[in-house]
């Protein structure tokens, strides 16, 4: 567990696993914690990858600077970061938001990219997404109990049949309202606006690294035609569909979802 300054703040980040190769970094969507990769993701990860996870800004023991910012500035604080950790050139794996933050690092400063993979993302909202976002936002300025607003996030990023399994949503309830790092109503609005103002659209064609596109078939907040259109315009992007899981892919088919991740970066 590290607390390094990146940009003037400090950034909550971890490294696992002692490989000498190209390190991985996991970057997290919205309104997680790092914390969500270490149960299913960082083991099979760093057996083979020195991987490194990490809060975005004001999340956990992450700083906070305030004020709204984009998925460009995401971008930033990964190089931050990665100068930080005196790491040259990573692969990065971003889901959602954290999706959104490595296609711009991959725009802006390609020479810090090997390769990509991207899941739940997508490179510009549509309309009934900014319409849930919205949504959302409203909610979250009520300032409801923390499970409710969890809830309602799952009903979109779980497929029908894991939100059947009651105790299971019981358990991830609990850990996402409680068991992550902390996380205000008022930064939740700010990386809804990031992620509403997000578009890489007419730039995805500028993306040289070889990336995988990798998405649930089930995924009802970024559906497949989301994946499908940043697989087209990225020249060298490869689209893989995993059978079971919506949105939260990578925790309900953890199994697929971190063999295809491993098998793209061992090509």
């Known amino acids: 567990m590290t607390l390094v300054t990146v940009r003037g703040r400090k950034i ?19 309104g997680g914690s790092c914390r969500g990769w270490l149960p299913l993701q960082v083991p099979d990860f760093s057996a083979v990858h020195r991987t490194v996870i ?3 800004r004001g999340v956990g023991e ?11 500035d995401l971008a930033d604080d990964i190089v931050g970061l990665l100068d930080a950790l005196e ?5 990065v794996l971003g889901i959602f938001m954290g999706g959104m933050a490595c296609q711009e690092l991959a ?25 849930l976002l919205q949504q959302w936002c409203d909610l979250a300025r009520l300032e409801p109990p923390a499970e409710m607003l969890v809830r309602e996030r799952l ?10 399994q009651h105790d299971l949503i019981d358990a991830m309830v609990a850990f996402f309202s409680k068991g992550g790092a902390p996380f205000t109503p008022d930064l939740f609005v700010r990386q809804c606006d990031a992620v509403r103002r997000h ?18 078939r089930n995924d009802g907040l970024t559906p497949p035609k989301l994946h499908r259109f940043l697989a087209d315009e990225i020249p060298n992007a490869h689209l893989v569909s995993l059978q079971y899981g919506g949105h939260l892919v990578m925790a309900e088919s953890a199994r697929a979802f971190n063999k295809a991740v491993l098998d793209f970066l061992a090509a």
């Open 12 to 30: 909550y980040s971890e490294t696992h696993g002692e490989s000498s190769g190209t390190p991985l970094l996991l970057v997290m969507g919205m």
């Open 54 to 56: 990490f809060d975005h």
């Open 62 to 72: 992450s700083e906070d600077p305030g004020g709204a910012f984009t998925t460009a």
């Open 87 to 91: 790491i040259e050139q990573a692969n």
């Open 107 to 131: 725009l802006r400063h390609p020479e810090r990219v090997n390769r990509m993979i991207l899941s739940g993302t997508f490179a510009r909202i549509d309309a009934k997404r900014d319409l």
């Open 155 to 164: 009903i979109w990023t779980l497929q029908d049949e894991t939100l059947e």
């Open 199 to 216: 578009d890489t659209a007419d730039r995805l064609r500028q993306i040289p690294h070889p990336t995988l596109i990798l998405h649930g």
